[in-house]
């Protein structure tokens, strides 16, 4: 069965200070990848999506990155973090018929 | 461009009583909706999608494309009922918008 994992699940970080959050899925191949954050009142945001190895599409411009270096791995950069990157992560697989989301992470900027 | 509105942040009924959490969407084109939902401490996950036309846990969500709207109904809310729900459409461009969300607090 597929599983999807992200790492970590709290992070504490200092304005300016760079991030790396991953995402990685297990049993399924070519999976289209997405990372989403959730602000409290805001609702679910899509940030990146990929359909691919290198395939990144991003739909809000912003202080963040995303990379995908292997098929089933997703990473979610900032070379250098602010106050209002504060949010829940979260990463998911899918397709039209569903998305898979993973537990996500707490990331409190300070 | 694709929208999806949830015009209640909290909704808040009795256990017992009727529950209706509304959606709306603007979209061009035939859209596929879908209701997703986030139990305290768990994963956000499908409840249902309005292409299968089915109950889950009591839950049934009608698209009228007349109104453009996808609300989801219960008839009988259970306090296990509590959670955060988001109202979602793919717009077949490999993406998912979803709504702000609705967070139900069914009351004992």
């Known amino acids: 069965s597929q599983t999807i994992h992200q790492w970590p699940a709290t992070l504490v970080q200092p304005v300016g200070s760079p991030l790396s959050l991953e995402c990685t899925v297990e049993?399924?191949?070519?999976?289209?990848l997405y990372w989403y954050r959730q602000a409290a009142g805001r609702g679910l945001q899509l940030l990146f999506y990929?359909?691919?190895?290198?395939?990144i599409s991003s739909e809000v411009p912003q202080n963040l990155s995303a990379s995908r270096p292997q098929d089933r791995q997703f990473i979610l950069s900032s070379k250098k973090l602010l106050l209002s990157d504060s949010g829940f992560y979260l990463c998911?697989?899918?397709?039209?018929?569903?998305?898979?989301f993973g537990p996500g992470t707490r990331l409190t900027v300070t | 461009a694709q929208r999806v509105t949830q015009p209640e942040k909290l909704l808040s009924v009795f256990k017992g009583a009727p529950v209706e959490l509304k959606c709306n969407y603007s979209?061009?084109?035939?859209?596929?909706l879908f209701w997703y939902v986030q139990y305290s401490r768990q994963r956000l996950q499908l409840l249902l999608r309005?292409?299968s036309r089915e109950s889950i846990k009591g839950f049934t969500a009608d698209l009228n494309k007349g109104e453009t709207s996808f609300h989801l109904k219960k008839p009988f809310a259970q306090e296990e009922d509590s959670a955060m729900y988001y109202c979602?459409?793919?717009?077949?461009?490999?993406?998912?918008?979803f709504g702000p969300g609705t967070r139900l607090s069914v009351l004992p």
């Open positions: 998911a697989w899918g397709s039209s018929y569903e998305q898979y």
């Open positions: 049993g399924t191949s070519n999976p289209n």
């Open positions: 990929s359909v691919g190895i290198g395939q």
């Open positions: 979209y061009s084109g035939s859209p596929e």
């Open positions: 309005h292409i």
């Open positions: 979602a459409l793919y717009n077949y461009g490999q993406n998912f918008v």
